[in-house]
């Protein structure tokens, strides 16, 4: 964005490149640079941590993964704040996630890896944020509400895959040297595809694309938000004074 007058930097820091007014390809643009770059970094350390091989290296599976999925992380929040939503912000929190986001980034994982109903999840909750859903009310979905039980599918599909990669991984770096080069050459090839769904995803929701058609089933899970809304409402009237 550095082509662009202070001014519009500014109103992008300060809410979203697409408030700022910035053309879409540019933001497209600047997603793929994103990408790339994450890309980069994953693909240097995987091939770092692999270089020694040996059986020894089984030590080093567990922060292989660990920061493959913390760059997918990376990526995603990047890529969420460029296509419209807030941005994370974890300074006031010792940064550290809550409960919400972390649930937030999770379905994105989810999306990243195709994972049945995430990308509808998330379209839906772009969807309710444009309407000018209250955040508090999309922490319930996130955390206990609509939204949970895919958090908890996605979550159970991560550990299980995970584990599988945690041996997968093991052969693989158990070859002296080229273990490094297929280290790495795997993580290449494979961080880029995810980091794309997701992209793609972000880029047709009501916050990056105001002429997005929603479907049958953003519809069904946005109708549950909001009938969690109304439940939330009518308990707040119920409450003690």
């Known amino acids: 964005m550095k082509n662009y007058p202070q001014e519009t930097i500014d109103n992008a820091i300060a809410h979203t490149p697409a408030y700022a007014q910035i053309p879409v390809n540019e933001i497209d643009k ?5 990408i790339k770059f994450e890309r980069n970094c994953v693909s240097g350390i995987s091939a770092a941590l692999g270089a020694p091989g040996g059986v020894a290296m089984v030590a080093t599976i567990p922060a292989d993964l660990a920061q493959y ?6 990526a995603a929040q990047k890529l969420m704040y460029l296509y419209g939503f807030p941005e994370i912000d974890t ?15 999770i379905v994105c994982l989810g999306v990243m890896y195709g994972v049945q109903g995430t990308n509808t999840a998330l379209k ?10 209250e955040k508090k009310l999309m922490r319930t979905a996130l955390t206990k509400g609509t939204i949970y039980p ?21 052969f693989k770096k158990a070859i002296p040297v080229v273990g490094g080069v297929i280290g790495g050459g795997i993580t290449y ?25 929603t479907t049958e089933e953003e519809s069904l899970v946005i109708d549950a938000i909001e009938a969690e809304e109304i439940q939330t409402y009518y308990s707040q009237q119920l409450e003690p004074f």
């Open 30 to 34: 600047i997603a793929d640079e994103v």
């Open 69 to 74: 999925y913390g760059y997918m992380l990376r």
């Open 91 to 105: 300074t006031d929190k010792g940064h550290k996630f809550d409960s919400e986001t972390m649930n937030l980034l």
């Open 124 to 133: 839906a909750m772009a969807t309710a944020l444009g309407k000018g859903v």
């Open 150 to 170: 895919i958090v908890k599918s996605v979550s159970k599909w991560f550990g299980v895959n995970m584990t599988k990669q945690v041996f997968a991984g093991f």
């Open 189 to 213: 090839l494979s961080f880029k595809p995810c980091c794309d769904k997701l992209k793609a995803s972000l880029q047709d929701t009501l916050l990056s694309n105001p002429e997005h058609h």
